[in-house]
C-alpha cells in the first residue's frame, strides 16, 4: 500500500492467487458461475425497460455494434479486455454473438431505436445529433444492465458471507445506487434525441475519420478522473446524491474500409473543456494513443483482432494498462482519494503502450 494507505486493487491475480486457484479450479469456477447465473436471474426485469411493456424474454442487444465486431473477427471470434487482464475463469477469446452484450430491452424495440446509428453508411460524414443521442442511449443502457446485475451480485455476497461481506457490499450498493440514478437520468435525454427530435443535445469532443481499418472496436461511456495535467475531471468519489458525474462518450468503429473515432459529451457538461483543448494541442497519432489509453484503463468493454496476438504477448505493458481499476482500497474512512486516483490514471502513462489505432496495425 502507498504511504498515504491508498491503494488501487488492480484486476487480475497475483502469483499467489494463481496458485490457489489452481488448486481449486473446479470449485472456484462452479462457484463463480452459479454465483453470476443466479446475479442474472435476479436482475432479470419482467418489462421491457425502454418501452415498460411486459416482457418474459430480452433481446440479446449488442454494446458495440456487430458490423464493427465482425469486420474484426477472425473466424468470428475476438479478443477481448479478459485476453490481457488474464482472469483464468474468463475465456481468452468471445464469439461475435456473445461479445459485450446485455438484456434489457425487448425485441421490437432494439430493432426500432437504434437503426441511425447500427447503419455503417452514418459514418460517411460527421454523424448527426440523432446517432450520437442513440449511442448515448445505448451506453447508458449497457451501464444500467451492468449495474443492475452487479446490486444483486453484491445482495448474493452478503446472504452468502454476512459479516466479511456486509460494510464493503452496503458501500459498493450506494455506489450502484447512486450510479443507477445518474444512468436514468441520462437516458431520458438520450431517449428524446435518439427519436431524432433534438439535434443539439451532444457536443463532438474529438473527431476522426481514418482510411484504414482499425483492430480495435469500442463503445461506451468513461466517467473521466484526470485530465492531462492529472487534474480532477470528475470526483467520481464524491458520494453526495446532489453530485452528478459528467460521463465522456467513447467510439472506436471499425468500417469496411475505413474507421471512425470520436469522442462526444452531453451538451450541458462543462467539465471537458480544459481536456478537449489539452487533446487538441496533441500531433495527430498522439490523440488516437490518448484514446486508446483511455479506453484501456478505464473499460473492460473493448474488443480487439486477433490480428493483434503477437503485440500482446510481447508488451507487457498493454496488460497492466489493461488492470487499471478505479477500486479503492483504504483503511482510512474518510481518505482523501483523488489526488492519488489522478496520479494513478495520469495520461503520460499512454506512452508505455504501442498505439494500435495507427496504420502500423491497420487489418
Ligand atoms: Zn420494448
Redesign the pocket.
Known amino acids: 500500500m502507498c504511504p498515504d494507505e491508498i491503494d488501487f486493487l488492480p484486476l487480475g491475480m497475483d502469483d499467489d492467487e494463481r496458485s490457489f486457484y489452481d488448486e481449486n479450479k473446479v470449485n472456484i469456477n462452479m462457484q463463480i458461475g452459479m454465483i453470476e447465473r443466479e446475479a442474472q436471474e435476479r436482475a432479470k426485469l419482467d ?7 411486459p ?1 418474459t424474454s430480452f433481446c440479446n442487444s449488442h454494446s458495440v455494434p456487430k458490423f464493427c465486431l465482425r469486420r474484426i473477427a477472425v473466424d468470428g471470434q475476438l479478443f477481448f479486455a479478459n485476453t490481457l487482464i488474464d482472469l483464468p475463469y474468463l475465456k481468452e477469446e468471445q464469439g461475435v454473438n456473445k461479445a459485450g452484450t446485455f438484456q434489457l ?6 430493432g426500432r431505436i437504434f437503426q441511425q446509428y447500427e447503419d455503417p453508411n452514418a459514418y460517411d460524414s460527421l454523424p448527426n445529433g440523432q446517432v450520437l443521442a442513440q449511442i448515448a442511449m445505448k451506453n447508458h443502457l449497457q451501464m444500467i444492465a451492468k449495474r443492475l446485475t452487479e446490486r444483486q451480485l453484491y445482495r448474493l455476497l452478503v446472504e452468502r458471507n454476512p459479516l466479511v461481506g456486509l460494510w464493503f457490499a452496503k458501500e459498493q450498493q450506494k455506489v450502484i445506487d447512486l450510479d443507477l440514478g445518474e444512468y436514468e437520468y441520462a437516458m431520458c435525454r438520450a431517449k428524446v434525441g435518439a427519436r431524432g427530435k433534438r439535434t443539439n443535445y451532444y457536443r463532438m469532443v474529438f473527431y476522426r475519420k481514418l482510411n484504414y481499418t482499425v483492430p480495435i472496436a469500442f463503445q461506451g461511456e468513461i466517467t473521466m478522473i484526470s485530465d492531462f495535467e492529472k487534474k480532477t475531471i470528475n470526483e467520481t468519489f464524491n458520494k453526495d446524491n446532489r453530485y452528478r458525474t459528467e460521463p465522456l462518450h467513447i467510439a472506436i468503429f471499425p468500417l469496411e474500409r475505413a474507421s471512425v473515432v470520436m469522442a462526444f459529451v452531453d451538451s450541458r457538461c462543462k467539465r471537458y473543456k480544459r481536456f478537449e483543448e489539452q487533446l487538441k494541442q496533441l500531433d495527430s497519432d498522439d490523440q488516437l494513443l490518448a484514446i486508446q489509453f483511455i479506453v484501456m484503463s478505464y473499460s473492460e468493454n473493448v474488443f480487439y483482432s486477433k490480428s493483434l496476438k503477437g503485440v500482446f504477448q510481447s508488451n507487457e505493458q498493454l496488460a497492466t494498462v489493461s488492470r487499471m481499476n478505479s477500486m479503492v482500497m483504504t483503511d482510512r474512512l474518510h481518505a482523501n482519494v483523488q489526488p492519488v486516483a489522478n496520479a494513478e490514471f495520469d495520461l503520460s502513462k499512454r506512452n508505455t503502450i504501442p498505439n494500435l489505432l495507427t496504420l502500423q496495425y491497420a487489418i
Open positions: 418489462h421491457c425497460y425502454y418501452c415498460n411493456e416482457a430491452i425487448c425485441r421490437k424495440c432494439d
